[in-house]
C-alpha cells in the first residue's frame, strides 16, 4: 500500500508504505519456506520437502470488494492504522485488532495465546453473522516484517486452518476497534462468503522445480546429434571458433528452453488430476524452471502427495522443493479500499 495523507484512500491490505509493504511479502514468503516441514524429505533428494505461489490450470479467486468507506451512510470512516498515525495517539488509547484471516464461525471462539507480539498475544474471534475475523488485541503500531513477526502470524493462520477454511490476511492489517472490523465484515460479507464457499475444504500446496543445466546440457547433447557435431567442431577446430561457439550458444539455450517447456507442461499434467487449481509465478534465478503453486482438495491431500513423489522418482535429475499445506494466499486476492482518517481530538 502507498502511503497517503489521511482522508485519503489507500489498500488495505497492510499496514505499511509500499516498500514495507514488499519486504513483509518477501518475509512472509521467506520464513513460510524457512518454517520446519511436516513432510519428511525424499531418499532421492533431500530437497523434497514440503511445509511453503500464467496458470496451466485453473484460476484464482480474486473478488474485488467495494469501498467501505462509500458504504457508511453516516459519513464516518474505518479507521484503519496508517504508518506514523500510532506514534500520535495517547498510550491508553493505543490498542488495536490485529487481524489474521476470516472464517466461517457462528459463535466466539478462543485459539489460546498464539498471537503477534513479544507476549503471544490471545486469539479469538469477532463475529457478524456466521462469519468471524481471528484477531488478537495489539498496540497501534506497525509491526516490522521481521522472522518472529511473520512467523506468528502464520503460526495463527496455520492453527486455524486444521478447523477452518481461511481466508488469509496480509501480514501487519490492524484496525482500530472491533466495530472497525465488524464494519468490514458487514459491508464485505458477501464477498467474503463467496470466496469462503469457493476455498472450502481446499489448502495450498507449493512446488519449485530446479536443474542443473550443465547436466541436461550434457543429456541433450546425447540425444540432438547438430549439439553433439558442433561442440566437436570447436573441439577441433585450430582457427577462431567464435562463430560456432555463437552458434553453439543460441542453440543450447533454445534447446534447453524447449525441455524446460516440457517438463514443466509434463508436470502440470501430473498434478492437474489430483488439484482443482495452480497458479505459476516467476522462477527465481537461473537454475529454477517452475515455481507452482496448487489448491488441492483436503480428501485429495494424499493423493496428491503421492503424484509429487512419483515426479521426483522420475525426474532424476530435478530437485523438487514441496512445501505446505498453507492458507490459499495465492488463490485468494481481495483487495480492500479503506478510508483512512485521523479523528480529530
Known amino acids: 500500500m502507498k502511503e497517503k495523507k489521511a482522508g485519503t484512500k489507500a489498500g488495505a491490505k497492510t499496514g505499511t508504505g509500499a516498500g514495507k509493504k514488499k519486504a513483509g511479502a518477501a518475509a512472509a514468503k521467506e520464513a513460510r519456506e524457512a518454517a520446519p516441514s511436516p513432510r519428511k524429505a525424499s531418499a532421492k533428494s533431500a530437497a523434497v520437502k514440503r511445509p511453503a505461489r500464467t ?73 457478524y453473522k456466521d462469519i468471524a475475523a481471528v484477531v488478537s488485541d495489539t498496540p497501534l503500531e506497525v509491526y516490522d516484517p521481521t522472522r518472529d513477526n511473520v512467523l506468528a502470524h502464520e503460526r495463527v493462520n496455520e492453527a486455524v486452518m486444521k478447523s477452518f477454511t481461511v481466508i488469509p490476511m496480509s501480514f501487519n492489517t490492524v484496525f482500530k476497534t472491533r466495530e472497525d472490523i465488524i464494519e468490514l465484515l458487514r ?80 508436470i502440470f499434467a501430473a498434478l492437474g488430476d489430483v488439484s ?38 522420475k525426474y532424476a535429475n530435478l530437485k523438487l522443493k514441496y512445501t505446505g499445506p498453507w492458507p490459499p494466499y495465492n488463490f485468494v486476492n481481495i483487495r480492500l479500499k479503506l478510508e483512512r482518517a485521523v479523528e480529530a481530538e
Not at 469457493?198 to 512446488?207: A, N, Q, R, V
Not at 537461473?286 to 482438495?297: C, E, G, Q, R
Request: charged share 30%.
Open 187 to 266: 459491508t464485505a460479507y458477501d464477498a467474503f462468503r463467496d470466496v469462503l464457499v469457493k476455498m472450502e475444504d481446499k489448502l495450498e500446496f507449493g512446488l519449485k522445480v530446479v536443474w542443473e543445466p550443465e547436466i541436461v546440457i550434457r543429456e541433450i547433447e546425447k540425444e540432438n546429434e547438430n549439439l553433439r557435431l558442433l561442440r566437436q567442431e570447436i573441439s577441433s577446430q585450430k582457427g577462431s571458433t567464435y562463430f560456432a561457439r555463437m552458434q553453439y550458444g543460441r542453440l543450447v539455450d533454445s534447446l534447453l528452453q524447449d525441455r524446460s517447456e516440457q517438463l514443466v507442461s509434463e
Open 55 to 127: 496458470s496451466p490450470a485453473g484460476t484464482a479467486v480474486a473478488p474485488v470488494l467495494p469501498s467501505l468507506a462509500e458504504e457508511r451512510p453516516d459519513g464516518h470512516h474505518l479507521r484503519f492504522v496508517s504508518p506514523g498515525e500510532e506514534s500520535f495517539a495517547p498510550a491508553a488509547e493505543r490498542s488495536g485488532k490485529y487481524v489474521y484471516c476470516i472464517i466461517e464461525a457462528n459463535e466466539a471462539l478462543r485459539f489460546g495465546p498464539i498471537g503477534i507480539g513479544g507476549e503471544p498475544a490471545e486469539v479469538h474471534t469477532v463475529n
Open 276 to 313: 482443482v487449481a495452480s497458479r505459476a509465478n516467476k522462477p527465481i534465478g537461473d537454475k529454477m524452471i517452475l515455481n507452482a503453486a496448487f489448491l488441492v482438495t483436503r480428501d485429495c491431500e494424499s493423493d496428491f502427495d503421492s503424484k509429487v513423489k512419483e515426479i521426483d522418482a
